[in-house]
């Protein structure tokens, strides 16, 4: 997970990317992934654990990651109505969710638009460096 930090999460120009402090222990995600119904990705828990949330750009796209303690508040205010099969793990900070999508057995990760509807999610990958490849290329809009 490193390598991908590493790879993919660079600062552009005056903008310092802002990465926080990792989840500490691994028992914490039990609670929420309680709330949620869902076992999260072992690769995004990975991720939370070397940086609790995220803020700044992965390639040309602005990225803001969730920390652990802001999925379920940010699922149940922004996915529970509307798209009740989303996990909210972040945004662009404009107009697009970045989701775990949980209609299948395996989740994936993807961009949903805040104003849609289920067809408007865009599938990024079924692992999180997948999803992370995919808003550093920025090749999703094609």
């Known amino acids: 997970m490193q390598e991908i930090l590493n790879q993919f999460f660079q600062s552009q120009g005056d903008f310092p990317n802002e990465f926080n402090l990792g989840v500490t222990s691994s028992l914490v995600f ?3 992934e309680l709330e949620l ?3 999260l990705p072992q690769d995004f828990k990975n991720f939370l654990m070397l ?9 040309e796209n602005y990225c803001r990651f969730n920390k652990l303690e802001e999925i379920l508040e940010n699922t149940r205010a922004y996915c529970q109505e509307s798209f009740s099969w989303a996990i909210h793990i972040g945004s662009n900070g404009s107009s697009e969710m970045y989701v775990l999508d949980n209609r299948a057995e395996q989740l994936a990760y993807g961009i949903l ?6 067809n408007d999610f865009i599938p990024l990958g079924k692992s999180f460096e997948e999803f992370i ?4 290329d920025n090749d999703f809009w094609e």
């Open 37 to 39: 119904g869902i076992e």
């Open 30 to 32: 039990k609670d929420i």
């Open 51 to 59: 940086t609790n949330g995220f803020e700044g750009f992965i390639g």
């Open 113 to 118: 638009p805040n104003i849609g509807d289920d």
């Open 133 to 136: 490849k995919h808003l550093y």
